[in-house]
């Protein structure tokens, strides 16, 4: 196969995904206002809460930042979101205007609450 060849092929699978990522972001979206988790959360760090108060819950960029590079961070934000937080032992406390998180296994499969967590661990701040 001729380096041009790999090249172009390199560069299609490239753009294919780049393509379905920006799909999943939508459908990442869409299943969290479905889910009801943008009511307390932001995607980006620095959005303020309700009548100017600290946000609800800690931003998802803040969230990636907060759990990047650790082993089992998906696991343990899956079964937070499902069973909620305990209040007396966050590390957002007074960063955020909520107490904890309330469990929302009502509100969302265990398999879409790991798909919407995975993705928010691949949020990155933005570049300032």
């Known amino acids: 196969m001729s380096m041009q060849w790999k090249a172009a092929v390199l560069l299609g699978v490239s ?3 780049g393509a379905a990522m920006a799909g ?11 889910s009801g988790c943008l009511t307390c959360h932001s995607i980006e760090s620095g959005a303020q809460g309700p009548n ?4 609800i819950g ?6 990636a930042k907060q ?10 934000l899956t079964r937070v979101v499902l069973e909620g937080s305990n209040p007396y032992s966050s590390h957002w406390k007074g960063k955020v205007s909520g107490l904890s998180m309330p469990p929302n296994a009502v ?6 609450a790991n798909k919407l967590v995975k993705w928010i661990l691949t949020l990155a701040p933005a570049a300032k």
């Open 15 to 17: 753009l294919f995904a």
């Open 24 to 34: 999943v972001n939508e459908d990442m979206k869409a299943l969290a206002s479905k």
């Open 52 to 55: 100017g108060m600290a946000p």
């Open 58 to 63: 800690p931003a998802w960029q803040d969230v």
């Open 67 to 76: 759990y990047a590079g650790k082993p089992g961070a998906d696991a343990f």
């Open 107 to 112: 509100a969302i499969k265990e398999a879409d």
